[in-house]
């Protein structure tokens, strides 16, 4: 398997692993997993490239999800193919779930501006203030039932709201 860890595309080194479809049986691919020092080392990094990515405005991360939306939309036919190959889906519901990710940009993208921003509150003995911000890399792992859709809406809220997220599927 390929991974992209600190700018790199690498070769895991851990367990093999091999992808078949679950109708044919037919091995779609096939490579090896991160073994625990690539999966510290791509920790390591995240945490290195978060000070930055939080500073980040938010019209900037809303450009990344927005261009991601984009290249989902352009790439759909695709993806369709490769989630009803790997999931057993007829094509019609790996449709559906490309539709899905590709919806989850602009609901991200609301709910940001509805749950983000300062608030203060007076009360009788003083005031309250809430204040949003980010605080850390998170990893996101799909399922095999919805591997596009279910980890896709957490990664698009955690990228809009400054959070470095680590998307494994």
Not at 43 to 60: H, L, Y
Not at 79 to 90: C, N, S, Y
């Amino acid at each position: 398997m390929t991974l992209w860890i600190n700018g790199d595309w690498i070769t895991g080194q851990g367990e093999r692993r091999r992808k078949t479809n679950p109708v044919s049986a037919e091995i779609l691919w096939q490579g090896n997993d991160a073994n625990a020092a690539q999966v510290a080392e791509a920790c390591q990094a995240a945490r290195a490239a978060f000070p930055r990515w939080a500073r980040q405005p938010f019209a900037a991360r809303q450009a990344i999800v927005e261009k991601f939306a984009a290249l989902l939309e352009a790439h759909k036919a695709e993806l369709t193919e490769v989630i009803a190959r790997e999931t057993g889906k007829p094509r019609w519901e790996a449709a559906t779930e490309v539709t899905a990710m590709i919806n989850k940009i602009a609901i991200s993208i609301k709910a940001y501006h509805a749950r983000t921003g300062a608030q203060k509150s007076e009360l009788v003995d003083g005031a309250a203030t809430l204040r949003h911000r980010p605080h850390g890399v998170l990893a996101v792992f799909g399922p095999y039932n919805f591997p596009g859709h279910l980890p896709n809406g957490p990664y698009c809220a955690r990228v809009a709201g400054r959070q470095y997220a680590d998307l494994q599927t």
